[in-house]
């Protein structure tokens, strides 16, 4: 009961209290705004909210203009630095003049419509892209305009509209060999400028937004402990006073002296907990920047609710305990023993993240029942499910017990019965041999 009473008490302040106050933040689809989340308009910042609104722009009214506005002299350069023109795609010569000219082998149309380019650069930056030599090439104006935005191997391997019997690589000629270096080259060269730029971008993200999870949750889980102890302390002086302090010989002036007599116990308590404070600040870093990395690697595959951020948040908690507990357990504790701990450290962990799932139920029916009264209504909810939560907990901590998956506490029964054995048998070998010696 002792043990429920802290857990009641832990779980109300800590995930439902403080959680929710240090994380009120928390949005759908974690901090950092990935290419997933990105295409269904689910941004982490203003910034990449803009971006988005452009992409979209740029889907439904393309702008060709700054991606050739160029090509006039770029074309005039080669014509004149070069003594022979060549088709990039066929391989043939080609004439200095109109019927020439230059191909985005990866269109620019692909390319700014692209999400990803549209989240990981600027305009000028897609421009530059496209526009590189590694995605340029000569080739005949009749093939450019027959490709036009279209895929290069895709089109490619498209019936012709003029001649349906042949594809279009059959139609103008083009050589396997030549189109797919250039096709690699281009795709290449894209995808390495994409990737690079998309570490530019997100790796700071990652780390200033993991460097903000780190403050906040050391400090929820540090405050949590001052907090968690303060309260159990006062709820123990509270009850001693109700069991002794109320008798027919109270004195009244004897008041004030009782009260800071308690009040220094209970400061006493609570800053006794100074070391496990710093623990507790250095595992809730931790597990905060963890957890932030975490939500961004599972973001990039599936969005996540902002409810779904605070489990991974608690989970990745206990989950860190639980590993630390494995990997370094206290002094004395055998790996079997640290094995057993650790699993009640996942299974409080499940209870908690649990909890999460309880508290979005429990908040819509309560807000059903008290329209309008959205403080009174979360101060309920995190007093009702921190309780339901704590008391699971330790339900959970009990049945991993009783279960015993390890056998230690079998072998810890059979240690105690052993102990209790020999201490009898030492005391009726002493009283025997007391006995003996009196008889003779």
Request: some cysteine.
């Amino acid at each position: 009961m002792s043990e429920c009473k802290d857990k009641v008490i832990s779980s109300i302040l800590v995930p439902f209290g403080l959680g929710k106050i240090v994380f009120q933040g928390d949005k759908d689809g974690g901090n950092v705004t990935t290419t997933n989340n990105f295409e269904k308009g689910i941004v982490a910042t203003k910034a990449d909210g803009k971006k988005y609104d452009e992409w979209l722009n740029n889907v439904s009214h393309f702008d060709r203009k700054p991606y050739e506005q160029d090509f006039p002299d770029k074309r005039k350069n080669i014509f004149q630095s070069s003594d022979k023109v060549t088709d990039g795609y066929t391989g043939k010569e080609l004439p200095k003049d109109g019927r020439t000219h230059l191909d985005h082998i990866t269109s620019a149309n692909e390319i700014d419509t692209d999400p990803r380019a549209n989240l990981f650069q600027a305009k000028d930056k897609r421009v530059t892209m496209a526009n590189s030599d590694k995605n340029l090439t000569m080739t005949d104006s009749s093939l450019n305009m027959s490709k036009k935005d279209s895929d290069l191997n895709t089109w490619a391997n498209k019936p012709s509209s003029d001649d349906p019997s042949k594809t279009n690589r059959e139609k103008y000629g083009i050589d396997k060999k030549l189109m797919k270096e250039k096709y690699e080259q281009s795709k290449s060269h894209i995808s390495k400028t994409l990737a690079y730029d998309q570490f530019k971008k997100q790796v700071p993200e990652v780390l200033i937004t993991g460097a903000s999870e780190v403050a906040k949750m050391g400090l929820q889980q540090s405050v949590g402990i001052l907090l968690s102890e303060f309260f159990s302390s006062v709820f123990d002086e509270v009850k001693d006073v109700y069991k002794h302090s109320f008798r027919a010989d109270f004195k009244v002036e004897g008041f004030f002296a009782i009260l800071g007599a308690r009040l220094k116990r209970i400061a006493e308590k609570v800053t006794s907990k100074w070391k496990d404070v710093l623990t507790a600040f250095k595992d809730g870093a931790i597990s905060g920047f963890l957890s932030n990395l975490a939500t961004t690697i599972i973001n990039m595959f599936v969005t996540t609710a902002k409810r779904v951020v605070r489990m991974i948040r608690e989970g990745f908690f206990f989950l860190l305990k639980a590993i630390k507990m494995l990997i370094f357990p206290p002094k004395g504790m055998t790996f079997k023993q640290a094995a057993h701990e650790a699993t009640k450290l996942i299974g409080a962990g499940l209870a908690i993240t649990g909890g999460i799932l309880l508290e979005e139920v429990v908040e819509k029916w309560i807000s059903a029942m008290l329209p309008g009264m959205g403080f009174l209504v979360g101060t309920i909810v995190a007093i009702v499910v921190g309780a339901v939560t704590g008391i699971a907990t330790t339900l959970t901590v009990y049945a991993i017990d009783k279960i015993d998956l390890f056998g230690v506490k079998a072998e810890e029964k059979a240690k105690f019965v052993m102990n209790t054995l020999s201490d009898r048998f030492e005391s009726s070998y002493a009283n025997c041999e007391k006995l003996i010696q009196e008889i003779l």
